[in-house]
């Protein structure tokens, strides 16, 4: 869970007010993975309930339609072409979406295939919409997870789950080095121990945490 994602989400939408000359977002799209079938309610009741204290304590009476959705790449679902729609490799073609016959019978969920598999049996992405204030359609939701897949600034090509998702990755992982680095300096100076930061004050702990936080704000050095 995001523990702190009432605060995260304040500041994003501050960002997003200074940086555009006093709007608000009227819709917000949260893509969020590393969720497991069993943590959906948890997710919900927590996460999605968090964002909305988000916005109310920034404005009363500001509600922004909340779409929520699950990406999950850890499943065992692969696509093989029947017909002649395939690489030369046999994978299915990027941009290939299945909605209809394997999947949930009630809810809202898709497969897409968004990348060109070039080595092994492409992998597609399972997306769960959990909650849906804005009620996009099934096409809706589908081109535009597909479209977030082109954007991956390391990339020419398409990757295979939405670019938000895969920079999020990349700047926790840089930031628990980051984080564990700072940890080991400080230990040292105060214990000689290596504790992964358990014996260190709160108050060093709070610093740390601002510290790196600080640095990954304005930028994207992570990409």
């Known amino acids: 869970m995001i523990h702190d994602m009432k605060q995260v989400t304040k500041n994003l ?14 819709k917000i799209i949260m893509y969020r993975d590393g969720v497991s079938e069993g943590q959906f ?17 920034l ?44 999947n949930h019978p009630t809810e809202g969920d898709f497969y897409l295939l968004s990348h060109e598999g070039i080595q092994g049996t492409s992998r597609p992405c399972h997306y769960q919409v959990l909650w849906d204030d804005s009620s996009f359609s099934a096409d809706e939701l589908e081109v535009l997870s597909y479209y977030l897949c082109h954007l991956y600034s390391r990339c020419t090509r398409a990757v295979s789950y939405p670019t938000p998702t895969y920079y999020a990755h990349l700047v926790a992982d ?14 040292g100076s105060v214990s000689g121990s290596g504790s992964g930061g358990y014996d260190l004050p709160e108050s060093q702990k709070n610093e740390i945490k601002k510290l790196v936080e600080e ?9």
Request: proline residues 3%; charged residues 25%; aromatic residues 8%.
């Open 13 to 26: 939408l501050l960002k997003f007010h200074a940086a555009n000359k006093g709007r608000k977002p009227e």
């Open 41 to 57: 309610l948890t997710v919900l009741a927590k996460e999605l309930t968090a964002m909305r204290l988000a916005c109310t304590e």
């Open 59 to 102: 404005e009363e009476g500001y509600k922004p339609a909340i779409t929520y959705i699950v990406v999950q790449k850890r499943h065992h679902t692969r696509f093989f072409p029947a017909d002649n729609n395939k690489y030369r490799n046999g994978n299915a073609l990027a941009g290939t979406v299945v909605d209809q016959g394997i």
């Open 174 to 187: 840089r930031a628990r080095k980051h984080h564990n680095e700072l940890v080991s300096n400080r230990e």
């Open 215 to 223: 640095g990954v704000k304005n930028s994207m050095y992570f990409v």
